[in-house]
């Protein structure tokens, strides 16, 4: 339970557990569901047609930005309950416009973001990890070097030309920002809410540093695991979703009720 202020009055706001619960729960499962149909858009970027990569990214995107963003904002805000001095609940209302723009705005955001990032160098290529591989073996290099070669190159493939990435994380990030304070002008009760600029600043940050994280995980370190000789089971699936989850609750406690 937390207290806040308004007009001189304090009011309790608790968080419901099961609400929170929900909305995590949402977020892992469509998530999870969205670094899953990577590897169907990366298929299709290679030999589908126009149609089939706007339909594959389509799917990504609503996973995405409807599922593991916006609902799981959306029903973290219903779990949120505040209370007047008196003990009554305060009332608290949704503009349906306004909350239906959040949600247009993430996906709109989220979707043009996997369209820049999807052209990453790395993600479009057939067989990048192996073609590093080979061009190592044929210079018939000692097992030293040729280790040491593969440990540069590694690093080389998974950190080399992130300009795709991190733009398309960026534009991702605005996204999530404007649909979480959007959602938050959709919210209608009795009382006011002001913002702390420095927080707004903070959340931006985090927004933008998460963004770019989980589609670096998607569209570069998966893509490597993928071809790796030693596979680490579904690690990176789970720490790219992970990833994905944290953006959102992240840029949650920007908000000052007050």
């Not at 990435?165 to 919210?187: D, K, N, P, Q």
């Amino acid at each position: 339970m937390t207290t806040c202020t308004n007009d001189g009055e304090e009011y309790d706001v608790e968080w419901r557990i099961v609400g929170i619960f929900i909305s995590y729960a949402i977020s892992v499962i469509t998530a999870y569901a969205a670094v899953n149909l990577a590897e169907h858009f990366r298929t299709t970027m290679s030999s589908g047609t126009l149609k089939e990569k706007l339909s594959a990214l389509f799917l990504m995107a609503a996973a995405l930005g409807f599922g593991a963003i916006w609902s799981m904002h959306f029903v973290g805000m219903m779990a949120m309950e505040a209370f007047h001095p008196d003990g009554t609940r305060v009332a608290i209302r949704y503009h349906i416009v306004k909350t239906m723009l959040s949600a247009i705005y993430c996906f709109v955001c989220v979707f043009a973001g996997l369209w820049i990032s999807c052209y990453d160098r790395f993600f479009i290529s057939e067989n990048s990890a192996e073609q590093l591989y080979t061009d190592v073996l044929q210079r018939e290099w000692s097992l030293k070097t040729m280790k040491r070669s593969k440990n540069q190159m590694k690093c080389i493939a998974i950190f080399k030309d992130l300009q795709h990435l991190f733009v398309g994380g960026c534009i991702t990030a605005v996204g999530v920002c404007l649909m979480h304070y959007e959602g938050m002008r959709a919210m209608e009760f009795k009382m006011k809410m002001e913002l702390d600029t420095a927080i707004v600043v903070v959340s931006a940050v985090i927004a933008v540093t998460a963004a770019c994280a989980a589609f670096w995980i998607i569209f570069r370190l998966l893509v490597w695991y993928r071809n790796e000789t030693l596979r680490l089971g579904t690690l990176p699936p789970v720490i790219s979703r992970r990833r994905l989850e944290r953006a959102p609750p992240a840029n949650h406690t920007s908000l000052f009720i007050r």
